[in-house]
């Protein structure tokens, strides 16, 4: 029982920010304390795995913990549950080792994320923090996020047949144009718009409209299951979702995102490497096109 609440609160956190499911959290948070209290006072209490679980214990009372301290507390107790689940739970074990990593590279790219805004705001006023937000939509986030989304929706709906269709979603690189770029799903599993946008927008209302627009997708994206080997010859399985159902997702995302450009002042595409659409169009009237 005790492991497979500290793989559920993993496996949130490896799927998308804290931010995103505090909610869920508390109530995890709440239900777990009273296990972990338990085990605490069932070990030696001069060690070092007791220190752990009182700091895990610690952060998991907080109401809004920082992402990158929950995510060490719940490795470091990792060797503790071990030797407390035994051999039947080793898949349990290692699917939350596996989770704990993947939060932690979430967390990490957050805590840095973080640091970097922070230096910036310390330095800007509030006028020139909105300025560089809105070039960082004009410029990173049209370049490296709409309208590269917008060419890829584009070329996957305008695809009559399934299996082609699922070449944008699925193939590592893909051809649009301009040369070589990521298909979707791996686009989405490399994080690669957090990094270059989303996470370096100042605002925090805005950056937290786009993350929930960007991991909406993303959670539906990642029912895929795709499998790679050595030489990154993938093969998808679509057990959990649909072709359409993807695709639907996809369009939705489209819609929102293109809002949220709208909202912040951005009026047209800069047409720079796709045109999809057009060159120049007008951001409402894409919507209406989709």
């Not at 609160?9 to 972990?36: C, H, M, T, Y």
């Not at 069932?42 to 998991?60: G, P, R």
């Not at 957090?194 to 370096?200: C, D, E, P, V």
């Amino acid at each position: 029982m005790l492991i497979e609440q500290l793989l559920a609160i993993a496996q949130k956190g490896s799927e998308k920010p804290l931010v995103l499911w505090l909610d869920e959290f508390r109530v995890l948070a709440d239900n777990l304390l009273p296990n972990l209290e338990v085990l605490a006072n069932e070990i030696d209490q001069e060690t070092d795995v007791v220190a752990n679980l009182q700091k895990l214990i610690a952060v998991l009372k907080e109401d809004s913990p920082k992402e990158i301290e929950l995510s060490r507390c719940l490795s470091h107790i990792a060797d503790v549950l071990d030797k407390k689940a035994g051999g039947r739970s080793n898949e349990t074990v290692s699917n939350y080792l596996r989770s704990v990593m993947q939060f932690t590279n979430l967390a990490q790219m957050g805590e840095f994320a973080g640091q970097t805004r922070n230096n910036l705001k310390n330095k800007l006023s509030i006028q020139d923090q909105k300025d560089y937000d809105l070039k960082l939509f004009k410029h990173e986030g049209m370049l490296y996020c709409l309208e590269y989304y917008l060419a890829l929706y584009k070329a996957t709906v305008d695809t009559p047949d399934e299996k082609n269709k699922r070449k944008y979603i699925e193939n590592i690189e893909i051809n649009l144009g301009f040369g070589k770029v990521p298909g979707l799903w791996i686009d989405f599993s490399r994080n690669e718009v957090l990094n270059k946008f989303i996470y370096l927008v100042l605002e925090d209302e805005l950056r937290l409209q786009l993350l929930r627009i960007y991991f909406d997708l993303k959670l539906k994206l990642m029912k895929i299951e795709m499998h790679c080997d050595k030489q990154m010859v993938c093969q998808a399985k679509y057990n959990s979702i649909t072709i359409e159902e993807v695709v639907g997702a996809y369009k939705h995302f489209l819609a929102e995102l293109l809002t949220v450009f709208h909202n912040v002042g951005v009026e047209n595409l800069t047409s720079l490497f796709f045109k999809p659409y057009g060159d120049k169009p007008a951001v409402n009237e894409v919507i209406k096109m989709l």
